[in-house]
């Protein structure tokens, strides 16, 4: 049984007989107590339960149910994880791929309790990239969105890279140029928003690079750099 948040119904005339509660969500359990008031006190509580059956088909094999997300909508539709497309061993900062239905409507991704970037090819497949922050093992991977929360067990292996500690991401100008370096983030995704224009070089294929973004002499711009979908550097230069 999962237990939410106390709701109070008070009842203030002696001709009343009713008094509306929220029936629980589908396949929760909510616990109904009913007490007598007055001058002396309040008497013991008589209590009930009432139980709403879970949707059809909301718990599919490997999945455990439930879970709770901003805006959740009764009964809409959730996907499924039917197979990993590819090796279910995976490292840190390396992706996998899910094959299922409804990846369409994923708005989070989270690798055992640690979000992760990740990509919808299609309703039938998704591309996951593991965190650095996810330990060695077995992990599960929640799906969330408006579906609530759905969490699968059992689908991957994940051990852990071992990275460098001299990484980099330094912004700077040269010759009329917006200047982008990174060092060792090699298969990760950088976004470049410089000015009002956005760069996106999907994965990084070498540990050293440069990236150049004509702007022009005198000019100033705020550029800003992701890495995986997180801002990881700003800062406002004048084009020399």
Request: proline content about 5%; some cysteine; overall charge positive.
């Amino acid at each position: 049984m999962r237990k939410t948040a106390a709701a109070v119904c008070t009842i203030t005339s002696a001709t009343t007989t009713s008094c509306e509660v929220a029936k629980p969500s589908p396949g929760n359990t909510s616990v109904i107590e009913v007490r007598a008031g007055n001058d002396a006190g309040l008497s013991a509580p008589v209590s009930t339960s009432i139980t709403v059956a879970a949707l059809p088909g909301s718990n599919p094999p490997g999945l455990i149910g439930g879970g709770s997300f901003p805006g959740v909508t009764p009964g809409a539709a959730a996907p499924i994880v039917l197979d990993v497309s590819g090796s279910a061993v995976v490292k840190t900062n390396e992706v996998v791929r899910l094959v299922g239905t409804n990846f369409n409507l994923v708005e989070k991704v989270l690798i055992g309790d640690v979000e992760a970037s990740f990509f919808v090819n299609s309703a039938e497949l998704i591309t996951i990239r593991i965190p650095m922050d996810v330990a060695a093992g077995n992990p599960t991977i929640t799906l969330q969105g408006a579906f609530g929360s759905r969490i699968f067990t059992g689908l991957i292996e994940v051990s852990v890279t071992q990275v460098s500690i001299d990484t980099k991401v330094t912004i700077g100008t040269f010759l009329g140029f917006a200047a982008v370096y990174t060092k060792n983030h090699e298969g990760k995704r950088l976004s470049m928003k410089i000015g009002n224009k956005w760069r996106v070089i999907d994965p990084l294929t070498a540990n050293y690079t440069y990236n150049f973004t004509k702007v022009g002499v005198g000019r100033t711009v705020t550029v800003m750099v992701y890495l995986d979908r997180e801002l990881v550097q700003v800062k406002q230069i004048k084009i020399q």
